[in-house]
């Protein structure tokens, strides 16, 4: 398991958006011969795309928090995702959360170029559940609640793991290795592995290392078969803080 500590949100907390994108100037001059609102933004064509609104994301007494926000309440919201991605030091790890916030709070940024930023061109990885630690599990973190993440670092062995709002049984939480007994938090850190971002040294025992989070909204609309996201809720730190989270 991995003890994760962090801050408070690092991005503005954005709303849910409703945002249209045109067809060509020929079809709208052609649909629009009278224009009223309605008419622009239904009878023209434009296809509206709901973002969701991140969830509260915060660190506290040991622990991170998770909170739903109550204006993802619609039928197709299905949950959160955590991302994250391990480093050796603490400026790869600012430079990494930085790079993303910097796109999230481009005025002409999305939500997927934002997630586009942080899976493609930074690697960032989901957490697992220990339970299935190689089968990606969308979303992770199920509906409407308060998640408690916590991180026992008593030994390798011990799992990080999460509690709910409703629900006190400790669910435990994997690294995205591929590992099919499930690697955890706690475990070294090695150049090469998909979720560690150094590539001149790895992290051993007695060390720190510097963990990244991000939570998204997540969910999906079956009527247009669209996945949709939040812009990302950021921890103002590493997990762990300024000074990394120390291996046990």
Not at 76 to 85: A, K, M, T
Not at 120 to 133: C, W
Not at 174 to 203: K, P
Request: hydrophobic share 30%; net charge neutral.
């Amino acid at each position: 398991m991995r003890a994760a500590t962090a801050g408070k949100n690092r991005l503005p907390a954005r709303r849910g958006e409703r945002k249209s994108h045109p067809g060509s100037l020929l079809r709208l001059a052609l649909c629009c011969l009278v224009v009223y609102p309605s008419i622009i933004l239904n009878g023209c064509g434009l296809e509206s795309v709901n973002y969701y609104s991140p969830p509260g994301f915060q660190y506290g007494g040991n622990i991170i928090t998770l909170t739903h926000n109550s204006d993802n309440s619609d039928s197709s919201f299905l949950g959160y995702d955590i991302y994250y991605r391990a480093y050796y030091s603490l400026t790869e790890a600012d430079s990494a959360r930085n790079s993303i916030e910097s796109v999230s709070n481009s005025t002409t940024s999305t939500p997927e170029s934002v997630l586009s930023k942080m899976t493609s061109e930074l690697s960032f990885k989901k957490i697992f559940l220990a339970s299935a630690p190689t089968v990606t599990q969308t979303p992770l973190l199920k509906g409407g609640k308060t998640y408690y993440f916590y991180f026992p670092n008593a030994t390798s062995t011990t799992d990080w793991y999460y509690v709910t709002s409703s629900d006190s049984a400790q669910i435990q939480i994997v690294r995205a290795t591929g590992d099919t007994t499930g690697q955890s938090f706690n475990d070294l850190y090695l150049v090469g592995d998909v979720d560690y971002g150094s590539t001149s040294n790895g992290v051993e025992p007695g060390k720190a290392v510097y963990i990244v989070a991000f939570a998204v909204a997540y969910g999906y609309d079956y009527s247009k078969l669209a996945s949709i996201y939040s812009f990302p809720a950021s921890l103002y730190e590493p997990i762990g803080g300024s000074n990394g989270y120390t291996l046990p």
